[in-house]
């Protein structure tokens, strides 16, 4: 019994190098192929994390009403966490000096054909003005928790994103200027009351069903193993 064990654990081993030698000798370096585009549109500002990594911060907080659009490299499955703010006085929940309770809205699509709809997670933390009393104006802030964008985290409690239309979101010019076709307008329940919201979502595999090379161990391997003796050619050509 010991010595099949033994034979099985050493076995493994060597399966465990043949494969690792493999796996060394088919990396490659990733190249712009390899990326996909992220595309998003937050009224009125949003940060991303995907796979726990911070990817993409929305660089205008307020207006005018814009589109970032960044380069990602997939990994699969992918978890992606939105933290999305309307522009709300923190202290009353209203905007242009406590004169008006503006709305929300968040969409995003990715060129894997990841898109934003009612399979979201979608969790309110900062509301108000609560009852949409704008002459005591109050509101309600719940503590976001500290690992919200992370993989691990678990969301399986929180409430479905709610899908609202063009109409109800009526983005400005710039979104019209590009791609969100199959995408769709997504908040918490309230578009108007509720400012601060984090939305999730796990995409188990591509939605394009495109076969794609997973990089993110590759410091951990030898990309293309180039020699020492390479190291002065790669040098001449600005490598
Ligand atoms: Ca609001
Ligand atoms: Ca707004």
């Given amino acids: 019994m010991k010595r099949g064990i033994s034979m099985v654990t050493l076995l493994m081993s ?3 190098c043949v494969w690792m030698a493999h796996a060394a000798s088919q990396i490659r370096k990733p190249s712009m192929d390899d990326t996909i585009r992220a595309t998003i549109y937050a009224d009125n500002w949003f940060e991303m994390y995907v796979n726990g990594e911070l990817v993409a911060v929305d660089s205008i907080r307020f207006i005018p009403h814009n589109v970032i659009a960044v380069d990602l490299l997939p990994a699969y499955p992918m978890t992606i966490a939105v933290l999305a703010k309307d522009n709300a006085d923190p202290k009353t929940g209203m905007e242009y000096a406590n004169t008006n309770i503006g709305d929300g809205g ?89 400012n601060t919201v984090v939305f999730r979502l796990r995409v188990a595999k591509p939605p394009d069903g495109k076969s794609r090379i997973d990089f993110r161990n590759l410091n951990d391997l030898i990309p293309d193993a180039p020699r020492a003796k390479d190291a002065s050619k790669k040098k001449k050509r600005g490598r």
């Avoid at 969790?123 to 002459?135: E, I, M, Q, V």
């Avoid at 109800?168 to 010019?173: E, G, L, M, N, Y």
């Fill in 14 to 16: 060597l399966g465990g």
């Fill in 106 to 194: 968040f969409i995003l699509k990715f060129s894997d054909g990841t898109v934003t709809d009612a399979r979201w997670k979608a969790k309110a933390f900062s509301r108000g003005p609560l009852g949409g009393d704008t002459k005591n104006p109050r509101v309600e802030d719940t503590p976001i928790p500290p690992n919200w964008y992370a993989v691990d985290f678990d969301d399986s409690s929180w409430p479905q994103a709610r899908v609202f239309s063009l109409e109800d979101v009526a983005p400005k010019a710039p979104f019209f200027e590009h791609d969100f076709e199959g995408a769709k307008f997504i908040w918490s329940d309230d578009l108007a009351l509720d």
